[in-house]
């Protein structure tokens, strides 16, 4: 019997882990600021960037796996101001990456205190759609429900490392290809990331008013 249970934790594990990895991986906000950040700053940037996400998803993986219902529902009267601050960030993303001169770092070391910003930058931005708690409460009640054992912890911890893996094969994946971008393309890059990350805000901000 503890055989079996260990057993169903593992798949258990492995069906979250899948199910973090397809989160990330869609390209949207995050895929453009970690492909522009590897590209200017290095991989120990872009990776920063996208571990952010990475605690964010299993912060919501948390609420959903455990069904704080008290925390879901205020989550969700904050909707509002959460999409607007969201939105109003990427907008000032957009306009800071495309305004600053390119600006080449031509190491992999950082400074601490500017990978701690960039983690909490994205952990921030990806909390502020709390819409995402509905989508992990639906996924993680399916797959409760086909369980035989009840292991939120591994359900969380499978979120966190799959979508923490998807940031660290895009991060070293655009990092390989760094060198061949010189200025004049990595300027044609932070105007294009720009455009999506506005692009993206005002979307955000147009579906609080639809």
């Known amino acids: 019997m503890e ?3 260990s057993s169903s934790v593992l798949v258990l594990f492995g ?3 899948l199910i973090g990895l397809s989160i990330a991986a869609p390209v949207g906000q995050i895929g453009v600021l970690v492909i522009q950040r590897t590209l200017e700053q290095g991989r120990a940037a872009g990776l920063a960037t996208g571990l952010g996400t990475a605690l964010a998803d299993a912060v919501y993986g948390a609420i959903g796996a455990f069904g704080v219902t ?4 205020w989550l969700l009267d904050l909707k509002f101001w959460l999409g607007l601050s969201g939105g109003g960030y990427l907008l000032w993303l957009a306009w800071r990456i495309g305004s600053r001169s390119v600006v080449r770092d031509t190491g992999e070391r950082q400074a601490p205190g500017s990978l701690l910003r960039h983690v909490s930058g994205t952990f921030l931005l990806t909390l502020s759609n709390p819409t995402t ?5 639906a996924v993680f009640g399916a797959l409760a429900g086909g369980s035989s054992v009840s292991s939120p912890w591994a359900m ?3 979120v966190l490392i799959g979508s923490a893996f ?3 094969i895009l ?19 932070n105007r294009c990331s ?3 990350l506005a692009g993206l805000g005002l979307w955000q901000l147009g579906r609080l008013v639809t």
């Open 70 to 73: 008290g925390l879901i529902h």
């Open 15 to 17: 069906q979250s882990l």
């Open 133 to 137: 708690i509905l989508s992990f409460m």
């Open 3 to 5: 055989t079996q249970t």
């Open 194 to 196: 720009a455009a999506l």
């Open 166 to 168: 998807w940031w660290v």
């Open 156 to 158: 969380v911890t499978g």
């Open 171 to 189: 991060s070293t994946s655009v990092a390989r290809l760094r060198h061949r971008f010189d200025a004049r393309w990595q300027r044609a890059v």
